[in-house]
């Protein structure tokens, strides 16, 4: 599996949406699995906190597709 991945749109961070706080939710850079088994779409500063790594079995980075 490759360790990046193009997208049409960068969806928002699945830990930010889970936040309570109220703030608006970080844009994903990610599709990892997490430190405790599930995959998530992460932030950068989530994914430092929880991501595992890239490639195979760990995840990909998210590259918005250039407009056409």
């Excluded at 969806?11 to 309570?20: I, S, T, V, Y």
């Excluded at 939710?25 to 906190?49: I, N, S």
């Excluded at 995840?59 to 597709?65: I, S």
């Amino acid at each position: 599996m490759a360790t990046t991945v193009v997208v049409g749109v960068l969806p928002p961070c699945d830990l930010c949406e889970a936040d309570a706080s109220g703030l608006e939710p970080e844009t994903a850079a990610f599709d990892a699995r997490t430190v405790t088994g599930q995959w998530a779409y992460l932030c950068h500063r989530h994914y430092e906190v929880h991501g595992v790594g890239l490639g195979t079995g760990q995840g990909q980075r998210l590259v918005l597709r250039a407009a056409q």
